[in-house]
């Protein structure tokens, strides 16, 4: 039975025979892991996964590392708003897994898991292969929860675009924000807690101001948001009262942007029980999230929608063997962000490591920092340092960490921004590089 | 049947690790798992504009992350980034850091 499972699998490849058999040959024909080093499969390229299957090799260059990733590009979320906002193209958000094969020694295999097997350490992609793993890495992402609101399904997504994967998503949202006339209204649905990206959607309309003032200064902005404050919100809100006026309405849970059902026909949003209604000409609605579907499907949210993990090490603590990073996580007080994911990979990859190294795993310190734009030159940040703490959850460090100051001179807004740029080099590097 | 693409580091590379058939003996020490954080936003390929890593005094890293953590040194972020960590860890980084080569 593995031996088909395996040859279909050389098939499928067809190329690198030699690659092949040294990333495969070990776990596949039953020779111990020590004479050729273990094998880990790492599924999914972004900024999780990429980041932990670089550093496998980076810690342990003997490690046979399959990454597992069915895009050959990968579109950044960071810096997404930015080519909303019409000063970055598709082309610099853009990376690809040319030096993490080359300069890293990991065999990339562009393909999509359809099944993953706990107990047999196996699994399945749709391109037909089967692979054995003595560990696994999962960061799969997100996926949405449409059937949240009434009105709306995952197929209307190209007419209403969420944009909270980039790629196609973010062309259509820039595509629809470019055609809307002078003086209509941009209405974005923003999800409650926990999801992707806290300041993620008040960047967004930032961004999205930036670009109606210099092109359709008459149009406004409406976040109709499932909570009641938000990430950075003093800063936000000061910056665009600073520089957009009142083109920017924020409506929280409380008054009615709690959105019950969505007239998807109308790109009508309906709220309070139908006494707030809100037509856009551009609408943009983003969904409540759980973890990506091959992290479901694996059971490894148990019964709720993300995955429950030792916060030391990032492994599962339902299926041992199996480590969950980045947005399918819950990682304590870390938000889910790329900044996170990307650090939770080089946790995840150490404990792998030295578990094989039969050594105990290591106590994290790790860091997380989000830059946002609210214009092309004023930028602020949050950040935090986290430790484990004695209930075996990550929580931020006391008395480090915080937002930027309120009061700062636009210099160090300014400053900020051009570390915003600069952070997207480094982390895009660390990951892809 | 859909065909996967696979991005290998090449045959002589596989010959090559399989040759030498190392023992999955690596160790992550503490001071390596703490700097790798840095890699963040100071890349070890000085791309980016935050200052480089690679091979940075071990002494200056301990008094400079002091200065940014007592305020002696303005910052935009590193005054909250550098509270976050023990004078220990600050050492094991600095440690660490320093064996760092282009
Ligand atoms: C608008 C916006 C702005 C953002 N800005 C920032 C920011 O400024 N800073 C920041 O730190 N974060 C930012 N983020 C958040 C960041 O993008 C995510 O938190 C981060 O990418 C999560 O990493 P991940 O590895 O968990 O998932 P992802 O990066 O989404 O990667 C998941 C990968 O898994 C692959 N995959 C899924 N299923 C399978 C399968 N079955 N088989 C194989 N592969 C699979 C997918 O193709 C994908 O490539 C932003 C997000 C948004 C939406």
Same mark, same amino acid.
């Not at chain 2, 301990?62 to 940014?68: I, L």
């Not at chain 2, 980034?81 to 050492?91: F, L, N, P, R, T």
């Given at each position: 039975?593995?031996?088909?499972?395996?040859?279909?699998? @050389?098939?499928?490849?067809?190329?690198?025979?030699?690659?092949? !058999?040294?990333?495969?040959?070990?776990?596949?024909?039953?020779?111990?892991? =020590?004479?050729?080093?273990?094998? !880990?499969?790492?599924?999914?390229?972004?900024?999780?996964?990429?980041? =932990? &299957?670089?550093?496998?090799?980076?810690?342990?260059?003997?490690?046979?590392?399959?990454?597992?990733?069915?895009?050959?590009?990968?579109?950044?979320?960071?810096?997404?708003? /930015?080519? @909303?906002?019409?000063?970055?193209?598709?082309?610099?958000?853009?990376?690809?897994?040319?030096?993490?094969?080359?300069?890293?020694?990991?065999?990339?295999?562009?393909?999509?898991?359809?099944?993953?097997?706990?107990?047999?350490?196996? !699994?399945?992609?749709?391109?037909?292969?089967?692979?054995?793993?003595?560990?696994?890495?999962?960061?799969?992402?997100?996926?949405?929860?449409?059937?949240?609101?009434?009105?709306?399904?995952?197929?209307?997504?190209?007419?209403?675009?969420?944009? /909270?994967?980039?790629?196609?998503?973010?062309?259509?949202?820039?595509?629809?924000?470019?055609?809307?006339?002078?003086?209509?209204?941009?209405?974005?649905?923003?999800?409650?807690?926990?999801?992707?990206?806290?300041?993620?959607?008040?960047?967004?309309?930032?961004?999205?101001?930036?670009?109606?003032?210099?092109?359709?200064?008459?149009?406004?902005?409406?976040?109709?948001?499932?909570?009641?404050?938000?990430?950075?919100?003093?800063?936000?809100? =000061?910056?665009?009262?600073?520089?957009?006026?009142?083109?920017?309405? /924020?409506?929280?849970?409380?008054?009615?942007?709690?959105?019950?059902?969505?007239? =998807?026909?109308?790109?009508?949003?309906?709220?309070?029980?139908?006494?707030?209604?809100?037509?856009?000409?551009?609408?943009?609605?983003?969904?409540?999230?759980?973890?990506?579907?091959? &992290?479901?499907?694996?059971?490894?949210?148990?019964?709720?929608?993300?995955?429950?993990?030792?916060?030391?090490?990032?492994?599962?603590?339902?299926?041992?063997?199996?480590?969950?990073?980045?947005?399918?996580?819950?990682?304590?007080?870390?938000?889910?962000?790329?900044?996170?994911?990307?650090?939770?990979?080089?946790?995840?990859?150490?404990?792998?490591?030295?578990?094989?190294?039969?050594?105990?795993?290591?106590?994290?310190?790790?860091?997380?920092?989000?830059?946002?734009?609210?214009?092309?030159?004023?930028?602020?940040?949050?950040?935090?340092?986290?430790?484990?703490?004695?209930?075996?959850?990550?929580?931020?460090?006391?008395?480090?960490?915080?937002?930027?100051?309120?009061?700062?001179?636009?210099?160090?807004?300014?400053?900020?921004?051009?570390?915003?740029?600069? /952070?997207?080099?480094?982390?895009?590097?660390?990951?892809?590089? | *049947?859909?065909?996967?693409?696979?991005?290998?580091?090449?045959?002589?590379?596989?010959?090559?690790? *399989?040759?030498?058939?190392?023992?999955?003996?690596?160790?992550?020490?503490? %001071?390596?798992?703490?700097?790798?954080?840095?890699?963040?936003?100071?890349?070890?390929?000085?791309? #980016?504009?935050?200052? %480089?890593?690679?091979?940075?005094?071990?002494?200056? *890293?301990?008094?400079? *992350?002091?200065?940014?953590?007592? #305020?002696?040194?303005?910052?935009?972020?590193?005054?909250?980034?550098?509270?976050?960590?023990?004078?220990?860890?600050?050492?094991?980084?600095?440690?660490?850091?320093?064996?760092?080569?282009?």
């Amino acid at each position: 039975m593995t031996n088909i499972k395996r040859r279909n699998f @050389l098939k499928a490849v067809g190329v690198g025979g030699a690659a092949t !058999v040294a990333g495969f040959g070990c776990a596949a024909n039953g020779s111990s892991t =020590a004479s050729r080093g273990a094998h !880990v499969i790492v599924i999914g390229g972004g900024s999780g996964g990429a980041t =932990a &299957a670089k550093y496998l090799k980076r810690f342990s260059p003997d490690l046979q590392v399959t990454l597992i990733e069915p895009s050959a590009t990968y579109y950044t979320c960071y810096g997404s708003n /930015w080519v @909303l906002g019409g000063h970055a193209t598709m082309d610099e958000i853009a990376q690809t897994y040319d030096a993490l094969a080359s300069r890293h020694g990991v065999t990339v295999v562009q393909d999509s898991v359809t099944e993953v097997d706990p107990a047999k350490r196996a !699994v399945m992609t749709a391109g037909g292969s089967t692979m054995n793993y003595d560990y696994l890495i999962m960061s799969p992402g997100i996926d949405f929860r449409y059937d949240a609101v009434p009105g709306i399904t995952a197929a209307d997504a190209e007419r209403i675009p969420h944009a /909270w994967k980039a790629g196609d998503q973010t062309r259509i949202l820039r595509s629809q924000l470019e055609a809307m006339p002078d003086g209509g209204v941009f209405v974005m649905v923003a999800p409650g807690n926990p999801f992707r990206c806290p300041p993620g959607p008040y960047e967004r309309a930032s961004m999205v101001a930036h670009y109606f003032q210099q092109a359709k200064p008459r149009s406004k902005i409406i976040i109709l948001d499932n909570k009641e404050n938000f990430s950075k919100q003093g800063l936000f809100m =000061a910056g665009w009262e600073q520089h957009y006026g009142d083109m920017i309405e /924020w409506l929280p849970s409380s008054r009615g942007g709690q959105v019950e059902e969505i007239d =998807a026909a109308n790109l009508t949003t309906i709220s309070d029980s139908g006494l707030t209604t809100v037509k856009a000409d551009v609408l943009n609605y983003i969904p409540p999230q759980q973890a990506g579907k091959i &992290a479901m499907q694996t059971g490894l949210t148990g019964d709720g929608f993300w995955c429950p993990v030792n916060q030391q090490t990032f492994e599962s603590t339902i299926h041992p063997g199996i480590y969950v990073i980045g947005d399918s996580s819950v990682a304590g007080a870390m938000p889910k962000s790329g900044h996170s994911a990307n650090n939770q990979g080089k946790i995840a990859a150490a404990a792998i490591v030295n578990a094989l190294a039969g050594k105990d795993p290591l106590s994290p310190s790790t860091a997380n920092t989000c830059y946002s734009l609210i214009t092309p030159d004023h930028a602020i940040s949050v950040a935090a340092v986290y430790a484990l703490k004695d209930d075996g959850t990550l929580g931020g460090v006391e008395g480090a960490g915080g937002v930027s100051p309120a009061d700062a001179p636009a210099s160090v807004r300014q400053m900020e921004a051009i570390y915003t740029k600069g /952070w997207y080099t480094g982390i895009t590097a660390d990951i892809w590089g | *049947m859909k065909r996967s693409r696979v991005l290998g580091p090449g045959i002589a590379l596989a010959l090559a690790a *399989m040759a030498l058939a190392p023992q999955a003996s690596a160790e992550v020490e503490r %001071g390596e798992l703490l700097s790798a954080s840095c890699f963040t936003c100071h890349s070890i390929d000085a791309t #980016g504009n935050m200052p %480089g890593l690679v091979g940075y005094p071990r002494d200056l *890293m301990v008094s400079q *992350m002091q200065a940014f953590a007592d #305020g002696s040194r303005p910052a935009t972020i590193m005054d909250r980034h550098s509270k976050g960590y023990s004078a220990a860890d600050i050492e094991l980084i600095a440690d660490y850091i320093a064996t760092l080569q282009q």
